[in-house]
């Protein structure tokens, strides 16, 4: 055997094996049965000799330390059921069928809610399920990279599963000069990676909007397209009167992108130049008919999309399906400052403004733009007015032409009132077309709301339907039902008599459903009492 190396080393036993002892037999093995035998045991001495003149590699430098955390731990029970909320690996039910028991997955987002807004830092032994949890899940990450803490960024350096930490986080979790040093600032600014560049326009802008603008006017002529597009954006936070002469100048920019937010953000602004000037393109489109017994709008569209308007951020070309003037209103009409209107159309109301009849079939148009604008401007009144009743059917109006557009108008009330609408409109038609309404409300959803839906539950189990098709709502009211309300519940935890119509079996499912509501809102009461510690 102390003959390998010379016989043809490890190469002459590689080649070997692969063409078969049969085939080839080493020179130094006799031919036979035993042939297999001894080329393993020359490939174990060939081995053992190969890593015995392995020159000894220089040891790796140890990573730095991570920034310590110095927020406070969690209470014990809290941590524990962190823990459990991690390792949850809910089954899949077959056909359609949850069982009993809470999908404590879905709960874990609002226990890293609650626990961030108690400044509570993550056990270190949690961090690992914890990245692992948010890697799979993008929903998860703003709110689990910020209770992870900085040593998350510290771990997503050196395991690349994790490396969405980085990516996520400002700047890779670079950390940030100090402010209040010009020079640092400076110096980060010219030489800075552009994740740290954006991380550094970010942090100062929400400090002190002027100085980071100053900042980025220092190097805005030589920033490539896409940049300035990302570093324009950040201007969305504090923006002022102030912000409005460098926006007007990037409204000549070169890129049509950054011309498009320059627009954006001028339209949001209603005493800007270029919302004056988009009033009063979009005023000389829609006038009070004055040949009508009836008061009612004419609207007349515009018939080119001219330079000035694409300078403003028209866009001229209509999407496929669109046509072209109808699609330039539309653009004029959500830019100008709502109050224009009240001015232009006789000093009227909001409401009594979208109740006027619409010349032409206009009306859904001029309503739908009307709609973004009160989003874009979050104006309340108007979203009132456009929002309407909660017992008018979808494109009843008078505003709203979809469910969408409805939820976007209700983002802009306050909680209670946003509640207090979407209960009344369930309340009047049911749940079936409430899902993405109550995605906007507030949580834990206020008394009303919550009654209606839990009504509106019992309401369908009474008719003999499948909860099946009520799952998603169902599924929000375990996340955002008050836990108060679990009381309320017991009554529908028994399995119900099933009328001749019902569909067979309903009544064991909805008691199901039931149970596992309540068995929801009282874990989460118990998650909110473990956060609030002994």
Known sequence: MNSTSSAGGWEELVTTALLGTDRRTPPWCAPGQDAPVALLDAAAVETVRRRAGLRPARAAERPEPAVPDTRPALPVAAARRLVMLLTDR????????????????????????????????????????????????????????????????????????????????????????????????????????????VALLAAIRAQRPAVARELLVTTWATERAEDRLMFLDSLRTGLTAEDEPFLEQ?????????RATAAELLSALPDSALAARMAVRATACVAVDRTSEAPGLVVEAPHECDPGMERDGVVAKAPPGRGERSWWLGQLVEATPLGTWQRRLGDRTP????????????????????????????????????????????????????LAERAKL?????????????????????????????????????????????????????????????????????????????????????????????????????????????????????????????
Do not use: K
């Open 351 to 402: 409401r009594e403004i979208v109740a006027l009849a619409v010349a032409d079939d206009w009306r859904s148009e001029l309503h739908a733009a009307w709609c973004r604008a009160a989003v874009r401007q979050r104006n309340a009144e108007w979203s009132r007015a456009l929002l309407g009743s909660p017992s008018a059917p979808e494109a009843g109006g008078p505003g709203a032409v979809s």
């Open 250 to 258: 990037a409204l000549a920019d070169r890129s049509r992108n950054v």
């Open 410 to 534: 209700l983002s802009t009330l306050g909680g209670g009132e946003r509640a207090e609408w979407v209960a009344g409109f369930i309340a009047a038609q049911g749940l079936s077309e409430a899902f993405q309404l109550l995605g906007v409300c507030a949580v834990p959803w206020a008394g009303p709301l919550g009654r209606a839906v839990v009504d509106a539950l019992n309401i369908a189990r009474d008719a003999g339907s499948y909860p099946w098709s009520f799952s998603g709502v169902m599924g929000l009211a375990e996340r955002c039902l008050d836990p108060a309300e679990a009381s309320r519940l017991d009554g529908l935890l028994a399995v119900p008599d099933e009328s001749e119509d019902a569909a067979p079996g309903a009544g064991g499912y909805w008691a199901e459903a039931f149970q596992r509501l309540v068995t929801t809102l009282r874990l989460r009461a118990a998650m909110a009492r473990e956060l609030e510690g002994p």
């Open 90 to 197: 809910p089954g899949a039910g077959g056909g359609g069928r949850r069982g009993t028991s809470p999908d404590l997955m879905e709960l874990l987002p609002q226990w890293l809610a609650a626990a961030n807004a108690r400044g509570f830092g993550a056990p270190v032994q949690a961090l690992p399920a914890l990245l692992d949890a948010a890697r799979g899940r993008t929903d998860l990450r703003p709110a689990a990279l910020e209770f992870a803490g900085p040593r998350a960024l510290w771990l997503a350096r050196l395991n690349p599963d994790w490396r969405f930490a980085l990516r996520a986080t400002p700047g890779g979790g670079t950390a940030l000069p100090d402010l209040d040093d010009p020079g640092q600032v400076q110096q980060l600014w010219q030489e800075g990676l552009f994740a740290e560049r």
